[in-house]
């Protein structure tokens, strides 16, 4: 049945946007990568009324976009299809675009109605739920690192920093904050800012990361956590195409180069009560110096409980180990404390007012929605069963004893999610023996392949 609201919002799109002939439909599959049907105009109604089948198996694909033969999606149930139905907000127009088009981002359901169980935005609406229940809103607010690389040497297999369009220079220090290296692509960044505000991204702030072609986009922080990583997506997508329209590559890879600094995926995210009052602001605790309440320390405890079996969905691919290393703005160890970087869980500066946690741990390789889910399934357990977490982190966190020893190997960590007994009754079990086998089948992949560090190393001396 057709949601009048939904079909208005369709309806206004194509009375404004007369000139458009196609609408891209987005699914995000587990591993965070867009797959979906360009729609002819006449056509994009339906999403909003008995919607647009696809194969099921959309979500479940592995990094290559190829079907797992471990598990039972795909080939082996002879890939059905299900009715992919629009998220309310998303559809947007796309302004990159050679020709007039449109775009939106689609969730699955059955016949009869049901969600997908691996549709990452219904995963995340169930947790969410999971908080509305003991009254609770998260306020999320996400961020993102990225390099812009050349797109010429790639072809040569060699990566390397992009040269800027402006002067013909290619960055080679860190020059962190530099305010000319966001000069340099001023005409890409801003068309970036321009494709943001036409499709309500809520963009703040561009900033020069700490390597050289790095940069960061901080997003506003937002009280719908669905709509929050919908932007976060819809934030990606547009860095990268707007970066391919002038003949840059633009990656979220977790640690494109060995020797610079890798690309995270930041997640602030406060709670609010049923009287929109921050529930993590409390008393001044002395030793970290911020105003946090026994909910914001709860929340700690569950954050740091569930980390290690949560590992697998904040670093999701081979490379995405790489950039976890100690001294390097990256986790490897399980503490939490005060307005600290070198930390996995921070709580920044500020006022009562905005009394959050930064959680720091996932590469810009993962997935927005799943990375969100699990972050608030830790927040939820821990304060639901009154976790007390150990005492905060004062200095560097990387010269600390203390603290949970984090699987940064990707076997270790496919492992801890195996054993986990947390994140199954939040992510359900289904899905996670899915997302195991699809992660443990590319891990048993990467290993048997051949790198060029083998011929390097072994070839002459082996």
């Keep these: 049945m057709a949601d009048k609201a939904n079909l208005k919002e369709v309806e206004a799109f194509l009375k ?24 002819g105009r006449d056509y994009v109604t339906k999403l909003y009324t008995e919607g647009v089948r696809l194969p099921g198996s959309n979500y479940l694909l592995d990094w290559t976009g190829q079907n797992v033969s471990a598990y039972e999606y795909g080939t082996s149930d002879g890939d059905p299809d299900y009715f992919c139905k629009a998220a309310p907000g998303t559809l947007k127009p796309v302004p990159w675009a050679r020709r007039s088009a449109g775009q939106v981002i689609a969730s699955m359901e ?73 000069y340099d692509f001023a005409d890409l960044l801003g068309e970036v800012h321009d494709a943001c505000a036409m499709q309500d991204i809520p963009a703040e702030t561009i900033i020069s990361e700490y390597a050289a072609g790095q940069f960061e986009i901080n997003l506003h922080h937002s009280s719908d956590a669905l709509r929050a990583c919908d932007q976060a997506i819809m934030l990606e997508h547009c860095i990268k195409q707007v970066a391919r329209k002038h003949g840059t590559i633009a990656t979220f890879m977790a640690k494109p180069f060995a020797e610079s600094a890798g690309s995270g995926l930041h997640v602030h995210v406060s709670l609010l009560d049923e009287n929109g009052r921050n529930v993590m602001a409390g008393e001044m605790d002395k030793r970290i110096e911020r105003p946090i309440s026994d909910t914001l320390r709860h929340a700690v405890g569950g954050l740091l409980a569930t980390m290690p079996e949560s590992m697998a969905i904040f670093a999701p691919n081979a490379n995405s180990y790489r950039r976890l290393r100690p001294g390097t703005y990256a986790p490897v160890k399980g503490i939490w404390g005060g307005d600290n970087r070198t930390l996995p869980l921070r709580v920044p500066g500020g006022d009562a007012k905005s009394a959050r946690i930064e959680h720091r741990v996932s590469g810009a390789d993962a997935n927005p929605y799943l990375v969100v889910a699990a972050v608030l399934a830790g927040m939820h357990h821990g304060i639901t069963n009154k976790l007390t977490p150990p005492q905060a982190t004062v200095g560097d966190g990387y010269a600390q004893e203390d603290g949970i020893d984090l699987p940064v190997r990707w076997p270790l960590a496919l492992q801890a999610l195996q054993d986990g007994k947390i994140l199954p009754g939040y992510l359900g079990e289904k899905w996670l023996e899915c997302f195991h086998t699809a992660r443990s089948s590319e891990c048993d992949n990467h290993h048997y392949t051949i790198h060029a560090l083998d011929y390097e190393w072994y070839l002459r001396t082996a």
């Design 16 to 39: 404004v946007h007369r000139d458009v002939t196609t609408v891209d439909m987005m699914v995000v599959d587990m591993n965070g990568i867009l797959r979906g049907k360009q729609l």
């Design 110 to 182: 059955d016949a009869e109605g049901q969600p997908h169980f691996a549709d990452p935005r219904h995963i995340l609406k169930r947790v969410v739920e999971r908080l509305a229940d003991i009254g609770l809103t998260p306020v999320i607010a996400i961020e993102y690192e990225f390099y812009l690389v050349n797109q010429d040497e790639t072809s040569k297999e060699r990566i390397v920093p992009a040269r800027s369009p402006q002067t013909n220079w290619r960055a080679s220090t860190v020059n962190v904050y530099g305010l000319d290296d966001v």
